[in-house]
């Protein structure tokens, strides 16, 4: 099974890749809550050169309160991760979490329901990049 939507982008920059999802899920209502710059991480932290790498905590606030009060614990899924890297040979691979995926572990059809309108907005994001 499938867990990401990816996408990859040539002729792009790594910064104007960050901008361009940013604003794409921006259209769908989704806000970057959190943001682990995974390379940043990597050099402080173990000393390790990586490459270009981010974790983009995204939360469209409507759907996440949705969810929240149909499973309570179902914050442990979000927010919805997007993933921007640089690939070896320079083009920018972007990868959102499939949240029907994510959350199929959980026996609650009712969220199946919000998971599936997720999806739809996160694919969309993708596929307009």
Do not use: W
């Not at 960050?18 to 940043?40: A, H, M, P, Q, R």
Request: charged residues 30%.
């Amino acid at each position: 099974m499938e867990y990401t939507f990816n996408k990859t982008l040539k002729g792009i920059s790594y910064e104007d890749a960050l901008v361009k999802v940013t604003d794409e899920l921006k259209k769908e209502g989704f806000g970057i809550i959190t943001e682990i710059d995974v390379k940043e991480t990597f050099k402080k932290k173990l000393d390790l050169e990586f490459r270009k790498y981010k974790i983009l905590g995204a939360c469209n606030p409507g759907f996440a309160h949705k969810a929240i009060e149909t499973e309570s614990r179902i914050g442990a899924f979000l927010p919805c991760n997007v993933v921007v890297q640089e690939t070896a040979n320079g083009d920018i691979e972007v990868s959102a979490v499939d949240p029907e995926a994510s959350m199929s572990s959980v026996d609650n059809p009712n969220l199946g329901t919000i998971a599936g309108e997720v999806r739809d907005k996160m694919k969309k994001v993708i596929d307009s990049l």
